[in-house]
């Protein structure tokens, strides 16, 4: 039996950069044969990672005939020059007090990342070191070394050739011109749905035939708590386009990947907020679409239940977000292990935030109007907000133009 846990982030504490530029490494404490090799197997998912991959799978394999435990912390090494050396733990980062137990048979998978150690992630030879059962135990695995650098088993889409066929094209799932997905496919996507469930970083490579018999692949990838879709229709005429969403939802006809945390208007009472979505999944394409969409319901059910965010808009880079809340006026900017909320005053009691965007990596525009005003054309307010300055530093009106959804599909 394979079951996923929840990632719980190891630093969240962090206030500060994670990561220095030099490296302050120390020889490794341990030999060959401080590693056990008996009663359970840790194992990382891909032998070799691409430099871009943020999170990393890791599996817990109970081996023996007992009840093993472990906890979520680990440690990380790197090799140089045939020696291993600890990664230093950033100053503030701390481990969440959380067991786990894994009965005789039993698989576990959870995931690890770089953010709580002070190092500056580069090419090389590593391994992830954990105390299962109490014993220690070690896997190995590569970061952009040699030709087959993968992210979550797959190269990136400006390393596969244009003359690739639709069905030369390795993926999770596949949909004909018929428009109708592979069964082993299927089964595919719920496990991805699974592991997005439990916060563990995962990929979905999807590929569409278009007109003529031409691919579309489409590239879902979850780390960091948001997804990025990498839509490529090159082989159509057209280009490699990226797009950050936080959530995935759906209205029972299609799944959609979007801003917006929830379709209901339930859960917004009242508040107006313009988002983006994309029809990632389509009813008519799946035998078991009950399954798909259920599981998705789950996510938003789940979701609501633990956050208070209605919206959440990525900087194009990944590096920060900015949530919206029921309160109209209040906004939150984050980074990694690091929050800043405001309240916006000059807009009076009754204005609401509307529509967040990004112009660069590190400056938002918020827009904003008359709580309750219809969606015609209006009179509203600007205000841009600098994070590196974390502060305001222009404010104005403009015209909005307000749509609750813009859609967008295969």
């Not at 970061?143 to 596969?160: K, P, S």
């Not at 112009?359 to 841009?384: C, D, H, I, K, N």
């Amino acid at each position: 039996m394979r079951r996923w846990l929840v990632w719980m982030a190891a630093a969240v504490l962090l206030v500060s950069s994670l990561f220095s530029c030099g490296e302050d490494l120390t020889p490794s404490p341990y030999g060959e044969g401080d590693f056990a090799q008996e009663g359970a197997v840790l194992s990382v998912e891909h032998e070799q990672y691409d430099k871009s991959v943020e999170s990393f799978n890791y599996i817990v394999e109970n081996t023996g005939e007992e009840e093993i435990s472990f906890g979520a912390e680990y440690a990380l090494e790197v090799e140089r020059n045939g020696q291993w050396y600890a990664l230093p733990l950033a100053e503030n980062a701390g481990w969440n007090e959380i067991g786990y137990v894994a009965a005789p048979g039993e698989v576990w998978e959870n995931s690890f990342s770089f953010l709580p150690y002070r190092y500056t992630v580069s090419d090389g030879h590593y391994r992830l070191i954990k105390e299962i059962g109490g014993k220690r135990y070690c896997a190995e695995f590569q970061i952009g070394v040699g030709e087959e650098q993968v992210r979550y088993g797959y190269r990136d889409l400006e390393r596969l050739s244009l003359d690739l066929k639709a069905e030369e094209i390795d993926c999770d799932l596949r949909i004909d011109a018929a428009g109708r997905a592979d069964q082993e496919g299927e089964a595919r996507l719920q496990e991805f749905l699974g592991r997005v469930s439990g916060g563990n970083g995962d990929m979905l490579r999807i590929v569409s035939t278009a007109a003529g018999g031409r691919p579309v692949i489409y590239d879902v990838i979850f780390e960091n708590g948001h997804f990025l879709l990498r839509r490529d229709d090159r082989r159509c005429g057209g280009t490699i386009q990226d797009r950050r969403y936080s959530f995935l939802i759906t209205d029972g006809e299609a799944v959609y990947l979007s801003d917006r945390a929830a379709l209901s208007e339930e859960p917004f009472d009242g508040r107006r907020i313009s988002t983006e979505r994309w029809a990632l999944l389509h009813r008519d394409w799946f035998a078991d679409w009950e399954a798909v969409a259920s599981l998705v319901e789950e996510l938003t059910d789940r979701r609501l239940a633990d956050s208070v965010t209605l919206a959440r808009f990525w900087s194009e880079d990944g590096t920060y977000w900015v949530d919206l809340s029921r309160e109209g006026l209040d906004y939150t900017v984050s980074t990694k292990g690091y929050g800043m909320s405001r309240t916006i005053t000059d807009w009076g009691e009754d204005g609401e935030i509307i529509a967040v965007r990004w112009e660069s990596p590190t400056q938002l525009r918020l827009f904003g109007g008359p709580r309750g005003a219809g969606e015609e054309e209006q009179m509203g307010w600007y205000a841009v907000f600098d994070v590196e300055q974390e502060q305001v530093v222009v404010q104005g009106s403009a015209m909005l133009s307000i749509e609750q959804t813009q859609n967008g599909g295969q």
